[in-house]
């Protein structure tokens, strides 16, 4: 029988190899995948153009699972002030009862008329592995100030350009609003810009602790042959919150289940 200490230390590898590969960054809902830069564009199955009311605020609690580990964790959308919202993830990994490691991912955006602006990114790691990313937008010079780990870089904006978490804002919008079936972002990560797009799979009934729940399927499209798969599935009755995310990268496999919420200040429910 093993030790105590060669348990502890097989145990803390297993961490770090999660916090290591970016587990706790699929709580974000984005797979970084490298790709050549290049516009944005859209398929959209409807081009009508209908108005929207103010982003609805929640506050949502989901349970994550991978490589044999679990954990709680929380996504919260907040009106900080005007037309700024406050869009965090945040997990803790716990073990024994301490706290090995913890992800808070912060985007601030502003929303008006149904059109998003990203202000500011921040990904904070620390524990068994540390690791930061910052984003400021500057618009006026039409310059993101990009850094990680102590490096930085200066990258060209445009419209359209979103931070790692914002976007998924913006997908929810892209499909309920404008009936698009597929649609692709500019997204900064580091000092490159890549391309993520997305497409509507289906539509499913999901059972969550909540109850069920009417969900759209969305798929990331990636290069054929790829070992990575990344599945949504957003509550089309409350306003297209995440319901469930499945991350599959080779023989690891990520996921992230919605247990409960409140959405402008009711609770979430099933059918």
Not at 89 to 97: E, I, K, P, R, Y
């Amino acid at each position: 029988m093993r030790s105590l200490s060669s348990l502890m230390r097989s145990l803390k590898r297993s961490l770090q190899r999660t916090l290591t590969t970016g587990t706790l960054a699929a709580l974000c809902v984005s797979t970084p995948f490298s790709m050549a830069a290049e516009p944005v564009t859209t398929t959209a199955t409807s081009t009508t153009s209908v108005a929207s009311p103010s982003l609805k605020t929640y506050e949502a609690r989901y349970e994550a699972r991978a490589m044999g580990l679990s954990a709680t964790a929380y996504r919260t959308l907040q009106l900080i002030e005007g037309e700024i919202y406050q869009l965090q993830n945040s997990l803790t990994l716990t073990l024994f009862g301490a706290d090995v490691g913890s992800v808070t991912e912060t985007s601030r955006f502003l929303w008006q008329a149904s059109d998003l602006t990203p202000l500011q990114y921040s990904y904070e790691q620390t524990g068994i592995s540390d690791r930061s990313e910052r984003v400021e937008f500057d618009w006026n010079n039409n310059v993101a100030q990009s850094s990680q780990d102590g490096e930085s870089w200066s990258l060209p904006l445009q419209h359209g350009i979103m931070d790692k978490l914002s976007y998924s804002t913006r997908l929810g919008r892209d499909i309920s609003e404008r009936g698009m079936s597929e649609v692709s972002y500019n997204i900064i990560d580091a000092e490159d810009i890549d391309v993520h797009v997305y497409r509507v799979a289906a539509e499913e009934v999901l059972s969550t602790p909540a109850g069920n729940l009417n969900t759209v399927r969305i798929e990331r499209v990636r290069r054929e042959g790829s070992s990575r798969s990344t599945t949504v599935w957003l509550a089309k009755d409350w306003d297209y919150l995440l319901v469930r995310l499945e991350q599959i990268n080779g023989s690891r496999t990520t996921e992230l289940s919605l247990e409960s919420a409140t959405v402008n200040g009711e609770p979430l429910t099933g059918l």
